[in-house]
């Protein structure tokens, strides 16, 4: 074990280390765009090789490790922690920063002359390695400095656009919730440190079943507030929809099919790992959270028409869609059903590598289609499957993944997702049974209105005419652009064929936290068939792929032979007499409107109806009709500005201690003196 355990521990070292020259590099070539482009993502992929090295030999061979070093600051150790766990996290940031880094090859060509594209290269080397050693570290105190270091670098990408204001407003709403977050953070690892009196995660871990249960519920009420924001888990989302958008494109992806997932790391190892001994509620919570997240997302995800906001809504959607397995899990195994527990767990985990890779290929999509049209507004894109055919053809295998759509990996994550409500339903009493139905009926909506909000974008973008002057002039994107995205598309397929061997792989990450050490699995998994233990259900998505394959080669055959011999003619397509226009095609707005009026009691949608008349003075003939349909923030409304309203008001009376009296502010560290000393005491 300690010899597999030195080339995946030289490969992790290499990968930060090769991170941080293409921090260095891009500073030192920053006057040359061009040479910081490359210099900032050649050693970006080269580190993320070294990544996917580091983390498969973990995974493969079981080779974890474990390091460390001490601080000449007292409580701070620089210690890593690579176990199987923090191997396929690692897995998923280097392989999607490996696509991004060459898509941004191509992509970052755009901003020459505009912006410092070696700041560019600086902070976004700088933000993979924190994400990196954010999911490896094993010290409570140098946890938080690589999550500042990640949320700080992050901020500073989001901003990188710095002349367009709605980029620096998204930047100062994320900056401010992540700082909120990482506040909830520290005093929950507080508590944690004080019950332990060790800030290591594995002297925690040891001394957990001797901690009271009041302060594990504390530590996990702060811990669901403080990682659930970075999660984007509602209500604490607010910063995700403006966030990112606003940075560049391979950031994007990365912010939302990576960085996200930190979050996600962060509770499985704190209530599956750390902690396995939580109670029911924990998990119900969860769930419940995450059934909420999964249905509102998709649904603000409907009414968006800036492309990239509703890629962001998305990721509010299929986090929920993991939380429903890890909540799942952590009620099993409150219980003591770990065969179960571990069925949750494994589709929580597939569905993170999954919507990492579709979300991805789809930022990378719309990013392409941004930079032939120079806009995020779908209502200006149209035709464009003719213009950008490629980018198209992928952009729809992004679509049908995320819509769980087989034979695509997306399917078989929401599959299993199911699967593990299911069990709940029917091994759990009355008392559990309505958070499952819950969960139940919130993915099945879910998986509807996402299939229909793609529709949409498909439709809207790449369908139909040309509805501005930039769509019809738009063209097919560079080759490194298309390249990433093909590459993706590929793995989304290969998911999805292969997932019986993703699940082993999974299955066996799920094995090695010590909960489930000596537990027998629910499920049976292969390369062709995924099956119950209790025969309850089973899937082969090869089988499903060579069926739908099947069908189609079958349905080509009969058309052709059906038609060889009919004579074609072409000719314009007649409308009453009336010339075809962009104007006659369903919008974005008019395909959702539907949909939202079903939804009007919680997205409180508002009508404008700008009327343009044929004679202003008869006002009989109408010229034209304009209907401009916007949808309430609910959260907005209803809880952030009523919090910064109460946060004002009581500023203005606790302004009023600050006088400017010397004497009375001495008097203010008295009182707080004795109030210490009555504290120790």
């Known amino acids: 074990m300690i010899v597999n355990a030195v080339p995946?521990?030289?490969?992790?070292?290499?990968?930060?280390?090769?991170?941080?020259?293409?921090?260095?590099?891009?500073?030192?070539?920053?006057?040359?765009?061009?040479?910081?482009?490359?210099?900032?993502?050649?050693?970006?992929?080269?580190?993320?090789?070294?990544?996917?090295?580091?983390?498969?030999?973990?995974?493969?061979?079981?080779s974890s490790f474990a390091c460390g070093w001490k601080s000449s600051l007292p409580l701070l150790s620089f210690n890593f922690n690579v176990d199987l766990l923090s191997a396929f996290f690692i897995f998923i940031i280097s392989l999607i920063s490996l696509f991004a880094s060459l898509y941004a090859i191509g992509y970052v060509g755009h901003f020459y002359k505009k912006y410092d594209v070696g700041v560019l290269g600086f902070f976004y080397n700088v933000f993979i390695a924190g994400m990196m050693m954010v999911v490896s570290a094993d010290h409570l105190l140098f946890f938080l400095i690589v999550w500042e270091v990640m949320s700080l670098s992050s901020y500073f990408l989001v901003i990188y656009e710095n002349k367009e204001k709605e980029n620096v407003k998204a930047g100062s709403v994320y900056f401010v919730m992540t700082h909120i977050g990482t506040a909830f953070i520290m005093l929950s690892f507080l508590l944690l440190y004080q019950a332990a009196?060790?800030?290591d995660f594995s002297v925690i871990k040891e001394s957990i079943v001797h901690i009271r249960p009041i302060i594990k519920n504390m530590a996990f009420g702060l811990a669901l507030v403080g990682f659930g924001t970075k999660a984007g888990m509602i209500p604490f989302h607010i910063w995700l929809p403006g966030a990112h958008p606003a940075a560049p494109t391979h950031v994007s992806a990365l912010m939302s099919g990576v960085m996200i997932k930190t979050g996600i790391y962060m509770f499985i190892r704190i209530f599956v790992d750390m902690m396995p001994d939580g109670p029911v509620w924990w998990g119900m919570v969860i769930l419940t959270a995450g059934a909420v997240s999964a249905l509102l997302g998709v649904l603000y995800a409907l009414t968006e028409h800036d492309i990239k906001r509703l890629l962001a809504y998305h990721s509010i959607e299929n986090i929920g869609i993991i939380l429903l397995g890890l909540g799942s899990a952590l009620i099993f195994l409150a219980l003591g059903m770990k065969p179960l527990a571990a069925l949750g767990l494994v589709a929580a985990l597939f569905h993170t590598i999954n919507h990492a890779?579709?979300?991805?290929?789809?930022?990378?999509?719309?990013?392409?289609?941004?930079?032939?049209?120079?806009?995020?507004?779908?209502?200006?894109?149209?035709?464009?499957?003719?213009?950008?055919?490629?980018?198209?053809?992928?952009?729809?295998?992004?679509?049908?993944?995320?819509?769980?759509?087989?034979?695509?990996?997306?399917?078989?994550?929401?599959?299993?997702?199911?699967?593990?409500?299911?069990?709940?339903?029917?091994?759990l009493d009355r008392s559990v049974q309505g958070v499952f139905l819950l969960g139940v009926g919130a993915l099945a909506f879910t998986g509807g209105l996402a299939a229909a909000c793609f529709v949409k974008v498909f439709g809207a973008t790449f369908l139909a005419r040309p509805r501005s002057e930039e769509a019809r002039h738009a063209g097919e994107v560079a080759l490194s652009l298309r390249t990433g995205m093909a590459a993706l598309a590929v793995l989304s397929l290969l998911f999805g064929l292969f997932s019986g061997m993703v699940v082993q792989l999974l299955a066996a990450v799920v094995h090695r936290i010590p909960v489930f050490h000596s537990t027998e699995m629910a499920f049976t998994a292969n390369a062709n068939l995924f099956k119950f233990n209790d025969q309850f259900a089973s899937v082969s998505l090869p089988l499903i792929f060579a069926s739908l394959a099947s069908v189609t080669a079958a349905i080509w055959l009969l058309v052709y032979i059906l038609t060889k011999n009919r004579k074609v003619r072409l000719g314009c397509t007649w409308d009453c007499g009336a010339p075809l226009t962009p104007r006659m095609e369903i919008t974005a707005t008019g395909f959702s409107r539907s949909i939202i009026t079903v939804f009007r009691g919680i997205l409180q949608p508002t009508q404008q109806y700008q009327v343009e008349y044929m004679d202003a003075e008869i006002r009989y003939f109408t010229k034209t009709n304009r209907i401009r349909l916007e949808i309430r923030d609910i959260y907005s409304s209803y809880f952030y500005s009523p919090l910064q309203d109460l946060v004002a008001k009581v500023s203005v009376y606790v302004k009023q201690i600050q006088g400017g009296n010397i004497n009375i502010y001495l008097l203010y560290i008295f009182f707080i003196l004795i109030a210490l000393l009555l504290l120790v005491v």
């Open 357 to 427: 890779i579709f979300k991805a290929l789809l930022f990378f999509g719309a990013g392409a289609v941004i930079s032939e049209t120079h806009t995020r507004n779908m209502e200006s894109y149209g035709g464009l499957i003719k213009r950008m055919p490629q980018t198209a053809f992928l952009f729809l295998v992004g679509a049908m993944a995320i819509s769980a759509l087989p034979p695509f990996n997306g399917f078989i994550s929401e599959w299993l997702t199911f699967q593990s409500l299911f069990a709940g339903m029917r091994s």
């Open 8 to 62: 995946s521990q030289f490969s992790f070292f290499a990968s930060l280390l090769l991170f941080a020259c293409g921090a260095a590099g891009s500073l030192i070539f920053r006057k040359n765009d061009a040479a910081a482009n490359f210099c900032g993502n050649g050693f970006a992929i080269a580190g993320s090789i070294a990544g996917l090295i580091a983390s498969l030999l973990v995974l493969i061979f079981d």
């Open 197 to 199: 009196g060790s800030l």
